[in-house]
């Protein structure tokens, strides 16, 4: 796809979304890490709902490690796969306090060593954290990259790879919260809402609605 169409694409999501940034609520580093781990298959307002309560009594790695693994699940039982991100949060907490004084590394090759951390989690975390540019792909930034052609890629790694390729360094920043809320709340997966879409003519889906957008 040619630069001059992605940043029409990008012009017209950041009017759609002018102010993007994460919905997910912490209170530091380390508490917005746990959040992203816990949003793994599950919404930010699901996470945001037990985080809400957990942050009022733990903003370090040693207050989780204090709290214990059980009394975390208690926090965190209404979200998916509960049990597992309790184990890796722990186990996270430990590495942070024994390898990095109870800091988040900040290096993508060393957060994506911690348990629960992987491709997406890190570069969100530096995307936001950090305010690095860095595109992280969940399954609506795939979408939306993906059926607008922006890229052609089949699976969310290459997807990303692809995207810090292609995308305009002006849009780095920005870029993975404009295709998110573009997914999330337009080009949904099942039914997208063709008729409300900012970016209808540019794009290249197939199964797009073929009404004719004034």
């Known amino acids: 796809m040619q630069t001059e169409k992605i940043n029409n694409i990008f012009q017209k999501l950041s009017k759609d979304y002018p102010r993007p940034k994460s919905e997910l609520q912490y209170i530091n580093h380390f ?12 919404t ?3 996470v945001n709902k037990v985080t809400k309560n957990l942050f009022k009594i733990i903003k370090t790695p040693e207050e989780i490690s204090t709290l214990g693994e059980r009394k975390l699940k208690e926090y965190i039982k209404s979200i ?3 049990n597992t991100k309790a184990k890796n949060i722990i186990k996270l907490c430990r590495i942070l306090i024994e390898k990095y004084n109870s800091k988040v590394p900040k290096d993508f090759s060393e957060l994506i060593t911690l348990p629960g951390v992987g491709t997406k989690t890190a570069s969100v975390f530096q995307n936001v ?5 860095r595109i992280a792909v969940d399954t ?3 979408r939306v990259a993906n059926r ?6 089949k699976t969310t790694d290459l997807t990303q790879l692809q995207l810090e390729k292609v995308v305009p360094k002006k849009w780095l920043l920005k870029a993975h919260h404009l295709l998110i809320f573009h997914g999330r709340y337009v080009c949904k997966s099942q039914k997208p809402l063709c008729e409300k ?4 003519h540019l794009c290249k889906y197939k199964g797009k609605s073929t009404f004719i957008k004034i």
């Open 140 to 142: 609506h930034v795939f």
């Open 129 to 133: 954290a950090l305010n690095l540019p």
């Open 31 to 42: 508490t917005f890490l746990v959040s992203v781990i816990l949003s793994a298959q599950a």
């Open 148 to 153: 607008t052609t922006m890229v052609q890629a």
């Open 80 to 82: 998916g796969l509960f």
């Open 44 to 46: 930010d307002r699901s």
């Open 197 to 200: 879409c900012s970016i209808f």
